[in-house]
């Protein structure tokens, strides 16, 4: 199940220098409409929500969890974009819930392929944590659809768009294509036993 999460302004744009306008919204609705076209041209069944309208969480989650009961190996990837107080911060993100789940297998797939596919763009991953011996790929935060969802689930945060580079990529039909090219590689890992 693809969640592009459909939000507008004023929360969800930034008003860069040169004028052009992002908006999460929209940016996320294109890299899911371009990955769900991809995933079913291999014969996937992929479940892609879009509506223009910003549905709550808990209606979001609830809906996932239906779909589940029905459909046992399926996962849920989110998309989102990224921006900080200081417009400065760049990269990629994948987020998981806390502890130990099948999400974390499904977030190392990903992000080892992101890593193999996009050398130079920035991946940044997880908090090390003492107690481990190398860093997770993934980011662990309190958040509803990763927390709440019966199935795996992970969420994507695509770049930052408040950041003029990473808006430029965020832009490029190029790096767009390279970015579900390679989440759909991952698909195409993810094995029935991390179900």
């Keep these: 199940?693809?969640?592009?999460?459909?939000?507008?302004?004023?929360?969800?744009?930034?008003?860069?220098?040169?004028?052009?306008?992002?908006?999460?919204?929209?940016?996320?609705?294109?890299?899911?409409?371009?990955?769900?076209?991809?995933?079913?041209?291999?014969?996937?069944?992929?479940?892609?929500?879009?509506?223009?309208?910003?549905?709550?969480?808990?209606?979001?989650?609830?809906?996932?969890?239906a779909f589940y009961a029905k459909y046992k190996n399926l996962v849920v990837l989110s998309f989102h974009s990224n921006a900080s107080p200081s417009h400065c911060a760049r990269g990629n993100e994948i987020i998981t819930s806390f502890g130990e789940?099948?999400?974390?297998?499904?977030?190392?797939?990903?992000?080892?392929?992101?890593?193999?596919?996009?050398?130079?763009?920035?991946f940044r991953s997880g908090f090390f944590d003492p107690n481990e011996e190398v860093r997770d790929i993934d980011k662990e935060m309190d958040l509803c659809i990763t927390r709440d969802s019966h199935c795996p689930a992970v969420l994507f945060e695509n770049m930052f768009f408040d950041q003029p580079d990473d808006w430029k990529l965020l832009q490029?039909?190029?790096?767009?294509?390279?970015?579900?090219?390679?989440?759909?590689?991952?698909?195409?890992?993810?094995?029935?036993s991390i179900l």
Aim: positive net charge; contains cysteine; proline residues 3%.
């Design 1 to 65: 199940m693809l969640d592009g999460k459909y939000q507008t302004a004023p929360r969800k744009m930034y008003k860069h220098a040169d004028g052009s306008i992002a908006y999460e919204g929209v940016i996320n609705r294109r890299i899911c409409s371009m990955l769900h076209t991809k995933i079913r041209n291999i014969g996937f069944q992929s479940i892609y929500i879009d509506t223009p309208l910003d549905i709550n969480l808990n209606t979001r989650v609830n809906a996932i969890n």
């Design 101 to 122: 789940t099948k999400s974390d297998k499904l977030a190392t797939i990903f992000g080892e392929q992101y890593v193999i596919d996009l050398p130079g763009i920035e």
């Design 172 to 192: 490029s039909n190029s790096y767009i294509n390279d970015l579900t090219n390679s989440k759909l590689q991952s698909i195409k890992q993810i094995e029935l």
